[in-house]
Nanobody
Framework: QVQLVESGGGLVQAGGSLRLSCAASGRTLYSVNMGWFRQAPGKEREFVAAISWSGGSTDYADSVKGRFTISRDNAKNTVFLQMNALKPEDTAVYYC???????????????WGQGTQVTVSS
């Protein structure tokens, strides 16, 4: 079982920035596609961003494109989500996830972290 632990969430004012981190044990992120998802109260979990194992391919939800950046450091077994120009609508629990699928996907994720809360105030 892949172990994923998110960190970096918190309270920030609208327009501010946060960087989320997702750390995995050992070398579990190497050759594994990674994604970020979020879930607001009363809403379904939604896709935010994904990155291929090499970091050469990325995918973003339209709602965050141009504001969020996903990256990874395989040497440190860590995936990041840099969030800029945050809006109150970004408030949610953010989860990182790992997929062993060959093709970068918005849906096929097998392993999940426990989530980190991001709250954006007006």
């Amino acid at each position: 079982q892949v172990q994923l632990v998110e960190s970096g969430g918190g309270l920030v004012q609208a327009g501010g920035s946060l960087r989320l981190s997702c750390a995995a044990s050992g070398r579990t992120l190497y050759s594994v596609n990674m994604g970020w998802f979020r879930q607001a109260p009363g809403k379904e979990r939604e896709f935010v961003a994904a990155i291929s194992w090499s970091g050469g391919s990325t995918d973003y939800a339209d709602s965050v494109k141009g504001r969020f950046t996903i990256s990874r450091d395989n040497a440190k077994n860590t995936v990041f989500l840099q969030m800029n120009a945050l809006k109150p609508e970004d408030t949610a629990v953010y989860y990182c996830a790992a997929s062993t699928e060959v093709v970068l996907s918005r849906y096929a994720y097998r392993y999940w972290g426990q989530g980190t809360q991001v709250t954006v105030s007006s």
